[in-house]
């Protein structure tokens, strides 16, 4: 079935690295995803990542692709009260390039 | 582009009332879909068009939830009868195609249903 998990919250001190972690379960999945959602907005894309690679960057952004383990993960260096949000994870489900499934989302917050 | 818009912003209605949703994709989106976020369910995936046909509603839970898209520009999700339990915030998104599906989010109806 499609399942997508991620551990509900987490926090963090202002300026460590943050790491939200999320496990997947459809193998054919080709794309992967990072969304974020601020209070009382939608979910915005923050970067992606396809399913034949291990790692991107992009800026203080990193994504970890472990497909063995269907295990992906998001780093947020020099973490920033500006990134106090939901982050969820997403997979494109069964093969489909049309279909989204999303975690339940990470509540990450800042301690100063 | 003023990205994907939804109205209303907020809904408060009696149990049993018509509540309609709104949402306007992006100009050129082929793609539409319905999100419901609940604190107990998470982000659900409700139903989603492409060229404005509907392809998957498996996850509109039950009868009393309809879903048009009469033509590119606009789209509706309809309840009638509401139940207190649809209270929940209905999200839109829209994609340009089955390559990327980066999926851009309206902000959202937040339904309360009493």
């Known amino acids: 079935g499609e399942d997508v998990e991620q551990s509900l919250f987490l926090s963090v001190r202002e300026g460590d690295s943050s790491v939200i972690n999320c496990t997947y379960t459809d193998s054919s999945s080709t794309y992967l995803y990072w969304y974020k959602q601020e209070p009382g907005a939608g979910l915005q894309l923050l970067t992606y990542?396809?399913?034949?690679?291990d790692m991107k960057q992009d800026q203080r952004l990193t994504v970890l692709l472990n497909k063995k383990d269907k295990h992906l993960s998001l780093r947020i260096a020099d973490t920033q009260t500006g990134d106090s949000a939901i982050y969820f994870c997403?997979?494109?489900?069964?093969?489909?390039?049309?279909?989204?499934?999303f975690g339940s989302g990470t509540r990450l917050s800042i301690r100063p | 582009d003023a990205g994907v818009i939804q109205s209303p912003r907020h809904e408060v209605t009696e149990m049993g009332q018509e509540v309609t949703l709104r949402c306007k994709p992006i100009?050129?989106?082929?793609?539409l879909f319905w999100y419901r976020q609940t604190m107990m369910r998470g982000l659900e995936l409700l139903i989603y068009?492409?060229?404005?046909?509907?392809?998957?509603d498996s996850g509109m839970p039950e009868d009393r939830f309809s879903a048009k898209m009469p033509n590119a520009s606009f789209s509706t999700l309809k309840i009638q009868p509401s139940e207190p339990r649809d209270s929940a915030v209905y999200f839109c998104a829209s994609s340009f195609n089955r390559k990327s599906e980066k999926l851009f989010f309206g902000s959202g109806t937040q339904l309360s249903v009493l």
């Open positions: 997403a997979e494109t489900f069964g093969g489909s390039a049309s279909k989204i499934i």
């Open positions: 068009f492409n060229n404005n046909v509907p392809i998957d």
């Open positions: 100009s050129g989106h082929d793609y």
């Open positions: 990542i396809f399913s034949n690679m």
